[in-house]
């Protein structure tokens, strides 16, 4: 290559090229001194800018080189493709020439060139007085605009958030009434309704709703054992134990005969209440009479009633419910061989401290945990987070985080991400209302990894978790 230029100026000293080049600058400038009037302003312009690369070429193949110096060569190739980028990336000038344009007065002939003077840039410039086109650059949303957009999206449609409350309480005052007039030895409390689209931590759609049923106990024959206590070693749930028997014999409560091995068995109860949804409600008559088809889920394991509606398809599931020394007890055993525990709930906990918390401080609480309910719902593999652990998540870090204005919202999102990556490296998420329980011991290894996997990738930026 060094050759390669070594020849080529060597040809251009001996052949006169220079004087050559000389008088091309001099037509150049005639060219351009004209220009406007044959091309309009537009087209002066961008034939300004192709002459001055094409002079710049012309410039560095006459001017000397060091042989020996291929940087200076290579740097010369290197601006000559730049020139030559800037006469392809010019826009082209319009085809039609303006009736303005010619109006213009003419530019005075540029003074030729000088032999050995280098060319002056501002003499092969735009004309003054040339409009000048400024491209607006494209508004980049930050975090903190796109989360409050995405939040704004999740908003459930008026009549659904309307319709499935009286639907679902519909339902529930038909079920009350079966269950007095069945069963009326148990003494089952009022029915009431619970779930998401009631507690406002996570509105997101309106297609499933819980049915919480009382089981009234007497404290006199009943007490509490925890499950950390038990052969399951789990503190999370616990054991309703039949106390008394020598005083007050099986038969004194009505619930005795869903004892065994004396303990109430939250296992026994549901398949008594599973026969009765399925094989004793008339729930044709019913959804007739509501104006909408009801079908109970017959292989579920849970109590759940599958409801169609023209506006609305709901999904209804039915907890028993204990409430004794200050904790709140579902009929949800774990899967397995022990059928007599009781699962500790901390839904209502959850939702009353969080409100409790953004009415303190006028914080953003609940809008960030609707946004990442949001999250987890959309991505397959988030859906276990979804709910209790990023609500204990949020609770966490509002102990250490004390800023949680919706300006702060982008800033509080991402440690969320942050914090819930750093639990599914320990495996490890213990409850805001009991440090003992571990709210990741139900899930498997592989989902664990996948979870860490996705939020992990999702802290640099966290704009793919709302798309």
């Known amino acids: 290559m060094a050759a390669f230029w070594h020849q080529r100026g060597r040809r251009q000293e001996n052949g006169g090229l220079g004087s050559v080049i000389d008088g091309l600058g001099s037509v150049f400038d005639v060219l351009l001194a004209n220009a406007r009037l044959v091309l309009g302003v537009s087209g002066a312009a961008v034939l300004a800018i192709a002459?001055?690369?094409?002079?710049?070429?012309?410039?560095?193949?006459?001017?000397?080189?060091?042989?020996?110096?291929?940087?200076?060569?290579?740097?010369?190739?290197?601006?000559?493709?730049?020139?030559?980028a800037l006469i392809k990336t010019t826009p082209k000038p319009p085809t039609?020439?303006?009736?303005?344009?010619?109006?213009?007065?003419?530019?005075?002939?540029?003074?030729?060139?000088?032999?050995?003077?280098?060319?002056?840039?501002?003499?092969?410039?735009?004309?003054?007085?040339?409009?000048?086109?400024?491209?607006?650059?494209?508004?980049?949303?930050?975090?903190q605009e796109k989360l409050l957009s995405?939040?704004?999206?999740?908003a459930v449609p008026e009549i659904q958030v309307s319709l499935v409350p009286q639907l679902a309480r519909s339902?529930?005052?038909?079920?009350?009434?079966?269950?007095?007039?069945?069963?009326?030895?148990?003494p089952f409390g009022r029915l009431f309704l619970s779930g998401a689209l009631l507690d406002g931590l996570e509105v997101l759609a309106a297609d499933h709703i819980h049915l919480m049923l009382p089981v009234v106990l007497d404290a006199g024959l009943w007490s509490l054992i925890s499950g950390e206590d038990t052969v399951v070693r789990n503190p999370q749930y616990w054991m309703i134990k039949r106390i008394d028997l020598?005083?007050?014999?099986?038969?004194?409560?009505?619930?005795?005969?869903?004892i065994v091995g004396r303990y109430l068995s939250s296992n026994v109860l549901n398949e008594t209440?599973?026969?009765?949804?399925?094989?004793?409600?008339?729930?044709?008559?019913?959804g007739g009479l509501l104006g909408c088809a009801i079908h109970p889920v017959v292989a579920s394991r849970e109590l759940k009633l599958e409801v169609?509606?023209?506006?609305?398809?709901?999904?209804?599931?039915?907890?028993?419910?204990?409430?004794?020394?200050?904790?709140?007890?579902?009929?949800?055993?774990?899967?397995?061989?022990?059928?007599?525990?009781?699962?500790?709930?901390?839904?209502?906990?959850e939702v009353s401290r969080v409100k409790e918390l953004d009415a303190g401080d006028s914080g953003a609480r609940q809008l960030c945990l609707r946004i990442l309910n949001g999250v987890c719902r959309s991505q397959p593999s988030l859906h276990k987070l979804g709910g209790s652990p990023v609500t204990h998540v949020v609770l966490h870090l509002s102990d250490t985080a004390s800023d949680w204005a919706e300006e702060s919202l982008a800033d509080r999102f991402q440690q969320v991400l942050e914090e819930l990556v750093a639990y599914l490296e320990k495996g490890v998420l213990p409850s805001y209302f009991n440090p003992k329980i571990n709210l990741f011991s139900g899930l498997l290894e592989e989902?664990?990894?996948?979870?860490?996997?996705?939020?992990?990738?999702?802290?640099?930026?966290?704009?793919?978790?709302?798309?």
């Open 447 to 467: 989902e664990i990894d996948e979870m860490g996997f996705v939020l992990y990738r999702a802290m640099s930026e966290p704009e793919v978790l709302l798309k």
């Open 171 to 186: 339902i529930c005052s038909q079920l009350q009434n079966f269950l007095r007039s069945k069963c009326p030895e148990l």
């Open 308 to 349: 169609k509606h023209d506006q609305v398809e709901l999904s209804i599931t039915l907890f028993p419910v204990v409430e004794m020394e200050d904790k709140v007890l579902l009929a949800v055993p774990p899967e397995g061989l022990v059928e007599n525990l009781w699962l500790e709930s901390f839904d209502r906990a």
């Open 273 to 286: 209440l599973h026969k009765l949804l399925v094989a004793s409600i008339n729930w044709p008559a019913i």
């Open 246 to 258: 020598g005083y007050f014999p099986r038969g004194c409560s009505p619930w005795d005969k869903f």
């Open 96 to 143: 039609k020439q303006r009736r303005e344009d010619l109006s213009e007065p003419l530019l005075s002939p540029a003074r030729p060139l000088v032999p050995g003077e280098a060319p002056d840039p501002r003499g092969c410039s735009a004309p003054l007085g040339a409009p000048q086109v400024k491209s607006s650059p494209l508004r980049c949303l930050t975090l």
């Open 51 to 84: 002459t001055l690369a094409v002079k710049r070429l012309i410039d560095r193949a006459t001017s000397p080189r060091d042989e020996g110096d291929p940087k200076a060569e290579q740097k010369s190739l290197e601006e000559s493709w730049q020139n030559l």
């Open 150 to 154: 995405h939040s704004s999206q999740l």
